[in-house]
Structures are given as structure tokens and as C-alpha cells.
């Protein structure tokens, strides 16, 4: 047996964050700062986890492990847990790293690891022992979906070592949106995806892992008071270049979306009117980032950019932006660079998002680069809807 080799992308939402919380569309898309993962065979009985951006280093001995807290079939099998949490398996692994601290991404990422490992492998009579090793180019905690990157590995690679998917590309990276993967695998992967995203997060809403398994763009609306909402795959779209830039500037998503529902209760015309007017943005991106609109690449990139600019207007009318995201909106706004930025997510600090149009000369680029960093900031220049 070899090593699975299996990497994920992070995701940016592009229009609609905050205002999504409240049932207006949001579009989200992939971004290629990526988790990488190597399952690695052992002949010893162990099982292992190395995260060294997180100083993890961790090993449990496989019959160590508490296996008879796993449903079981009458016929003595074990069953793969349903994809809903079980509250006994998860605080015996707690008790079994000794923490409670799920809030802290080190333990947080053991757990989230041991429990798919135990539910994947309870099909099996004999669980395989292995090294995964997960490393990562996507900031953490900056709103970018490091942790959904994450979980789309370990499900991906759990779930190739116990051949319940196939990787077409023999010998090569996996990857969850490649040629020849079946729409039932990928739903598979995004539902073990998922069930390690509210391992590390309690109650996600799921965007964050469909992004990562599928790539590319997608639009999605939450149920909100009797309104039904969805995800929608927005397929046709052709990348394009994003400057991300971290703020380095700590943010509470909790504390941020608090301010813009009190602001809806304190002046309820102004923040209703802000929220229609997303509405409209994310809808005409739906159309454009799904290929329905059928408009030339120029006028994509054009839209695109016009687009930014407003739905970060109305982030700023919510009060969620920060003078680090005005300044980074400022910087590439002004001559000679003219581009749009908006922030991403939450706001509050975090990353700003930057589109770099096809034909931007690369001696602006780097002069951009140069000017965002002497200003403090991390720019990492990505692409846009890369494959999950
Ligand atoms: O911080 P992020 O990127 O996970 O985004 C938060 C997005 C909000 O719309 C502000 C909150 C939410 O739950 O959708």
C-alpha cells in the first residue's frame, strides 16, 4: 500500500456575507491557497496525527480506542455512525486527548480526526493503522475556511484508503472535483466533510466544506422565517486572479453579525434597503459567475469589479468594516492601480479581497505588492473557483 495524497482549497465568500445571515443570497468561491494531506501506511498498530502548523503531533494506539461506543448492527457488525454527531463517542476521544478545549484548532483538529477515523473505519474489521500529515498555506482563523480545507482532506483520504471512493487519477493527488469522480462521491465526501466541520465548530452552515469539495463558485441562501433556501453549484465558471490580503487584524464573527442585527432593529428602513440591494448584487454574480449571462471575459472582470466596490459600500453602511480594510480599500483604489476591494466575511479585520483584472501589468502588481506590505499586511496573490 502507498501513500493518499489529497489536497482542498479555502474558500472567499464574494458577495452577501452578514446580509446572508438574514436570507439574502451569498456567493462563495474557491480560492487556491490549499490543505495538503498524506496518509501515510504503518505496519504497527497505531494511528497518527501531524499538523505542524499547529504544533500537533499526536499517536493513539488503534485498540486503545473506544470502539464500543460505535452503534452496531445486530449481526455484530459495526455500523457507520449516521452523519449526525454522537454525543458519547465524542466526549470519550475528548476524555481520551484530555481536553475539553475544542476551541482551540490544535485539539479541535484531533478530534475532528479521531472521530471520522473511528466512524469511516467502523465498517471494517480490521482499521487500517496510518500517519495523516496535514499542512496548509491558508491563514488560520482569517475567514478563509482553513478548517473546512482541512476536514475535505482527512474525509477524502479516510475515505480512499477504505476504497469507498475511487481516485481516477491513479498515483496522483486526489482531487474532489476532478474528472471521472461521480456526483455520489462527492456528495459523500462533503457529508464526512461536514460532520468534521461541526466537530471543530458546533453548528456550521455548510458552505464553508460544499465550497472546498466541489470548487468553483456557488451561491447559497439560508432558510430563513418559512423561506426556503439552497445551494446552488454555479457551473461554467472560468477563474479569475484575487489579491487576498490579511489584515493580521483579529475579528469576532459572533460580536460583528450582533451589530448589524441591532442595527437592523435601530433603523430597520436603511439596513433593509442595504440588505435588497445585495440581494441584486448577488444575483446578478449568480448569473454571471454561472455562465448564464453569456457576457464577453472583459465585461465579466468589468461587473465584477463594479460589483466589489458596491457590496463593500454597503458593509461599510452595516458598520463592519475597520480602518485597516479602509486603508487596504484606499491603497488599491488610488492611482495607478484603480481596482476594487471589498473585505471577506465577517469584516471587523480579517482579509480584503482585491480583483486583479486579466491584462494588470505585473510591474503594477508588484509595485501593489510592495505597498501593501510596507503597510503592514500579508497580500497572497490566488486564483478564483480552482477545483475542490
Ligand atoms: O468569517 P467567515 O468568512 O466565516 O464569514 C462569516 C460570514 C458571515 O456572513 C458574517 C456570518 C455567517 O455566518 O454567514
Redesign the pocket.
Known sequence: KSDIVVSAPG???LF??????HGVS?VATSVDLRCFGVLSPRSDSKVALEVPDLNVEAEWDISALPWNLLPVHIDGSRRVADKELDPPLLAAIESLITSNDVANPAIGSQLAFLYLYMVISAKESNAPSGTFTASSNLPIG????SSAAYSTCIASALLLAHNHIDNPALGESFSSSGPGISPGDTDLIDGWAFLSEKVLHGNP?G??NAVSVRGGAVSFT?SVGGRKGGLETLNGFSSVRLLLTDTHVP?D?KS??AG?AAKRLAEPALVDSTFDSIQSISDEARGLLGGQSHVGRDRLVHRLSAMITENHQHLVTLG?SHPSLEMIVSATSAEPFNLSTKL????GG?CAVTLIPDDFPDTELDSLLSTLRNMGFTPHLTSLGVPG
Open positions: 474558500k472567499v465568500i452577501g456575507e452578514h446580509a446572508v445571515v451569498a482569517a475567514g478563509l475556511g452552515s458552505i464553508d439560508r475579528r464573527t460583528l453579525v448589524v463592519v471577506t466575511g465577517a469584516g480579517g
